[in-house]
């Protein structure tokens, strides 16, 4: 195990820990039902919940959300037979790769740190550079990735044709056999039940402070303050505007960002600006994963980012104290849904 | 060049109390209340745009004036006519006489260059204006030919798909267009989580202060000669510095003429989305679509932001972005942010 994979690991029980023991310990929700499509929208997400906001083509329903979930965590997606979905999103930490980068394929590692699949029904743009446009696009991209699962989508359909079990549940998903859409399709299916709604701000935003205590209230006002300035790009609610931004990570590199996709020298080093939603459990951070802790993340924001000429013109030192520092991550640790990695409707 | 108008019927709100004086428009008589409001008769001062304050209610004549807001900002608004003809507007940033093009260095007259980051603005009660000086009120629609959402556009330099503007308009002879920038009472106080898009937080425009921002630009401009990120001016993210100050106030990339970040919004207790007439004379046929291309004059805007205004009531947050929205919005009854193509 690495140490990155150890250290978040030990956060995600920590925090599951922690949020079970003293008087400020949220009170357990009353036990979920199993089903994939029933689950509550996040606090301050836009309109719609998940059914209601997945595409007339793909109508989220159980049958379909099931058998994602099935694909998503089979590892006979990929070439060599050993990397499922779930290698680089990985439940026990929130869907996202607890390692630097992600690794593939004969061990092949990636550029980039996987990011987490919480709350993309909310989403309009998918991968840190935005190039696929909706869940059920960016579906199949990873399956055909040479340095991921290496597996083109006519062959991941004649694998699951094979199994008379994935065809009895194409048939009760789709009404048809397997097929390379209604494999994406399935795919985003289940990533779009992925929700996190029951972290300790979504109660606050809800009316509930009873795990929300002063450090994490300063700590939001700090957030969307002018001082902070994080509503910028992470607005309340959603913790996201969905937008790409050169947030002053990228610092030179032939990862380029969205200015891939657009060949725009203005979009050089803008990657997607993830949810921050179970952030905790999600380390390490940014597109590259070269920040280990939510502390260096706040510190790279405070110093203004790492230098790069094309560094958004609003990352600017910030001159934080360290209360303040504290404050913002008391605020951070309070986005992290306790149900969240214990979830049974999640676990493969 | 077609004309410009402007006509300044006072940055205050329409039928609310202002603090915020009362611009006068040569050429124009202005005859709007002193709370603000969107009376005058229509001059043809040979210019381009006329933005006037407040963002009062349409009326269907010029002289009708100030009848406050709209009552409500549905989701899906009721559709004025059943029938016309699709105007569309493509609207292309240019700044000193050229096409500015988006996330691209753009050379400049100093020898210097501009990079447009994010260029985004809301639009929303769009008028047509005959000659006689009827407003005809336009609904809103989309490329597919549905009523906008809350009756509202979000132009965004980044997505090509918002680049045009189109509204369902009646046939026939007009000198102009107005539209607010920006966003009426009842839509900026809409909520992002209780609203779809371009009212939610993916618009990129949600603001934890005072509604939405109206208009977001940020850009990186470089000195002739310089290697990196322009001057910045003097530091700090105070909120009581002049607009040049607060144009390098802490903001990495600005320049003296060029701010980095401008973000100028509203209130959440005042109609403050100025509005603005584009003036320029068209004929819409029976059978569309009709195009008629705008420029968004990036110069304006700069003027604007920089220009010290009177910021007296002004209760906005701290920031030099925020302060140099604030003078643009004040401003823009001085500006001509928008003209028709030829």
Known sequence: ?348 | MVGLLFLAMGSGGCGTTSDEPMHGASGSSNNGAGSGGAAGSLVNNGGTSAAMGGAAGVADTVAGGAGGAAAECPELPVARRSAGTVLELPIHPSLQGKPLNFAEPNPLSNGGSLTPLDIRFYISQVALLRPSAELVRVDLVTADGALAPYGVHLYSADDVASNTLRVLAPPGDYVGIQFVMGLTLPCNQRSPDASKAPLSATSQMSWPHTGFLFLRYQGRSESPGSAGMGGAGPGGSGGSGGAEAAAGGGLGGASADFPAVIHMGGSLVQDLAPMVRVLGSFSIPADGPYSKSMRFVLDEVFKGALKEADLTGFMGPPGAEVVLGEHLRRNMADLHPFSFEQ
Not at chain 1, 269 to 295: C, I, W
Not at chain 1, 296 to 317: A, H, K, L, S
Request: charged share 20%.
């Open chain 1, 1 to 348: 195990m690495t140490a990155f994979r150890a250290s978040a690991l030990l956060a995600s029980l920590l925090s599951l820990l922690l949020s079970a023991c003293g008087s400020d310990a949220p009170s357990q929700p009353s036990a979920p039902s199993l089903s994939l499509i029933d689950s509550p929208s996040p606090a301050g997400f836009p309109l719609g919940t998940i059914v209601e906001r997945s595409p007339s083509q793909n109508l989220l329903t159980e049958p379909r959300a099931q058998l994602g979930k099935r694909l998503f965590f089979d590892p006979r997606l990929s070439r060599t037979g050993d990397v499922a979905c779930s290698n680089c999103h990985e439940r026990a930490f929130a869907f996202a790769e607890p390692d630097q980068v992600s690794t593939g394929v004969d061990s092949l590692q990636g550029t980039r740190n996987a990011p987490s699949l919480l709350n993309l029904a909310w989403s309009e743009k998918f991968f840190w550079d935005g190039r696929a446009l909706s869940l059920e696009e960016q579906a199949g991209k990873p399956i055909e990735n040479p340095i991921e699962m290496d597996l083109s989508l006519n062959e991941a359909v004649t694998r699951v044709a094979a199994d008379p079990s994935y065809v009895a549940a194409f048939e009760r998903a789709y009404a048809s056999p397997p097929s390379e859409e209604s494999l994406r399709f399935a795919l985003a299916s289940f990533v779009r039940t992925l929700v996190s709604s029951m972290s300790p701000y979504d109660r606050h935003l809800r009316g509930d402070d009873s795990a929300f205590g002063e450090a994490e209230q300063r700590g939001e006002a700090l957030f969307l303050s002018e001082q902070a300035g994080c509503f910028h790009c992470h607005p309340a609610g959603m913790l996201t505007n969905d937008g790409f931004f050169h947030n002053g990570t990228y610092d030179g590199g032939e990862d380029t960002g969205r200015e891939h996709l657009t060949g725009r020298p203005g979009d050089i080093g803008k990657f997607k600006v993830p949810g921050l939603r179970n952030v905790e459990n999600t380390a390490p951070y940014m597109h590259d994963g070269s920040l280990q802790t939510l502390e260096d993340v706040i510190e790279q924001y405070n110093r203004g980012g790492r230098g790069d000429p094309n560094t958004d013109p609003q990352i600017v030192p910030l001159a934080l104290s360290a209360a303040q520092k504290a404050d913002l991550l008391a605020f951070l640790r309070a986005l992290t849904d306790p149900t969240l990695l214990v979830d049974r409707r999640y676990a493969p």
